[in-house]
């Protein structure tokens, strides 16, 4: 049984965390849920269990400075962290265990594996391009996602471009092509729905509570090598 408070509650992804967790009631027990109406502070957390961050960068803030004081494990799914909170991630992780990653879904982890390989191979011969489209209310662009597809691809990251698209309520798409002179290779990944990223951040949330320190990303999660 893994206690779980969420920081970012009322959001579209915090939401879709607390009712998954409240279906799962043998795995998991809601031990708080911050938002607006009642913020997070360092006093917020008692006990032990893990802190899912899903508010923003200040909120990401709080969220390391009370899963520190309280001795909690951290999922941060927040995107858009400036160099000082990364930073400041990185201190943290001294001292409690935290994941964090642009995207908590498997799918796309796993495309980033691929990409290394296809990167690693193609890179010199083929131009690459990342597409990627989100809904209307996403602040950051490009996207925390399509950077880590980029940042994937090691040294052919360098000659990529982004092309980012907010239409509608689209939950995600990303695209990435290989364009070469005789062929063409297109890797897209697309959520049909939140919860491939709430699933994936209480997957994550199982997997820090059993760790002392340490900052971990989703492929260590999924056991990547």
Request: charge should be neutral.
């Amino acid at each position: 049984m893994v206690r779980i408070a969420v920081n970012g509650a009322a959001g579209r992804m915090g939401s879709r965390i607390l009712a998954l967790v409240a279906a799962s009631p043998d795995k998991f027990e809601i031990a708080g849920a911050f938002d607006y109406d009642k913020k997070l502070t360092t006093d917020s957390l008692e006990g032990k269990g893990v802190l899912i961050d899903f508010s923003g960068p200040a909120g990401t803030v709080m969220a390391l400075d009370a899963a520190t004081k309280a001795g909690w494990g951290l999922v941060i799914g927040t995107t858009g962290l400036d160099p000082n909170t990364t930073l400041l991630t990185e201190a943290r992780s001294k001292t409690i265990p935290i994941v964090y990653s642009a995207n908590m879904s498997v799918g796309v982890n796993l495309v980033a594996e691929v990409l290394k390989l296809l990167a690693k191979q193609l890179g010199r011969e083929f131009e690459i391009s990342i597409t990627e489209t989100h809904h209307v209310h996403k602040k950051d662009k490009p996207s925390g996602t399509a950077l880590m597809l980029k940042q994937a691809m090691g040294e052919a990251h360098r000659g990529i471009e982004i092309h980012s698209f907010r239409k509608g309520e689209i939950v995600g798409e990303h695209t990435v092509l290989f364009s070469g002179p005789a062929e063409t290779i297109e890797i897209t990944h697309r959520a049909q729905s939140r919860d491939v990223f709430a699933l994936g951040a209480l997957m994550a949330a199982v997997f820090v509570a059993a760790k002392k320190n340490g900052l971990y990303e989703m492929r260590d999660v999924l056991g990547l090598p």
